[in-house]
């Protein structure tokens, strides 16, 4: 996922605090999230002016469309914003959040008109959550969810109780429970799944510490943890490498289909052609391209129909409510 940041990049700077956070109140904050406004205020989220002026080539006035990410410095965004205004005659106005609870409220209120940043299986955890009713409108790429550490090599190598960060949002704490399982080193209550949470671990070798996925990558970089499980946006902002990776999951499986990557629109827009054209031009290959860059290559692309990606939605949506 991905990708959101007030600041953009994690500070190295300020070691993050190493809270345990309840399950409920981790909901309740996603919660709270809703009341997000979407303001150039330091802290919240800021706008990228990406296009230039409106009808320069003389082909009618060009139609603005805000799109919410968490990632907004990386360059293959600029290619794609040029590629906009150049293909489709549409001005890009990024917006940039500083976490994962903010994008999906501010879509919701009409303070952007589309967003890229979450898999279907956050989407779905958030329309569950927030009684709301988001769709995917194109698919992007799955990304591995990689365990980083900066003083060893393999899992076996951790220290007995090493501190390891997993993000605390619900849906990417199980998927980092389900990667340590799988690493080796824990196990969880009948072998884990889509919204484990760490009430759920029957036996470790580390102490998980559940942090903002924004703080995960700064943990492990000061040496606040021993190793961090880390969404890709936030590595590559924080200079993490390939090099650093001591296990991930394989985005390219049939498994993997949940954390397809998406774009997500409100439901009266997800058969908007304007929208639907924006998430395809994800797919030029120069901006793939750019996204290989930015992710040392782990990006696996998939172009799922919008149809598609919905019945998946509603499929994980039951799931969520199931396990509530």
Known sequence: MSEPNLPTEPSDAN???????????RRNALIAGAAVIVVAIAGVAYAVSASGDDDEDGAGAAQTVS???????????????????????????????????????ALKQGETDLNQFQ???????????SNDTLQPIGA?????????????????ELPAKAKVAIPNDTINEARGLLVLQ?????????????????DDIE?????VVPLDASQTAGAVKSGSTDASIVNKNYAADAGLTNDQVLYQDDPASDSAAPYVNIFAARAEDKDNETYQKLAALYHD?????????????????RDTSAADLQAELAKVEEQARAAK
């Open 15 to 25: 070691e993050p605090q190493l809270p345990s956070k309840p399950r409920n109140t």
């Open 140 to 156: 992007t790429a799955v990304y591995p969810l990689p365990l980083y550490s900066t003083d060893y090599e393999k899992p076996e």
């Open 182 to 198: 799988a690493a080796g080193l824990l196990t969880l209550k009948d072998g884990g799944g889509a919204f484990s949470s760490t």
């Open 67 to 105: 799109i919410g990410v968490t990632d907004a410095s990386q360059a293959y965004w600029k290619t794609y914003t040029d590629l906009a205004k150049k293909e489709l005659n549409v001005n890009v106005k990024l917006v940039n959040f500083g976490d994962y609870s903010q994008p999906n409220p």
């Open 203 to 207: 036996t470790a070798k580390i102490e």
């Open 285 to 301: 290959p120069s901006v793939e391209a750019g996204v290989q860059e930015a992710n040392d290559n782990t990006a696996v692309f």
């Open 119 to 129: 898999h279907i299986q956050y989407l779905a955890d958030y329309n569950v959550t």
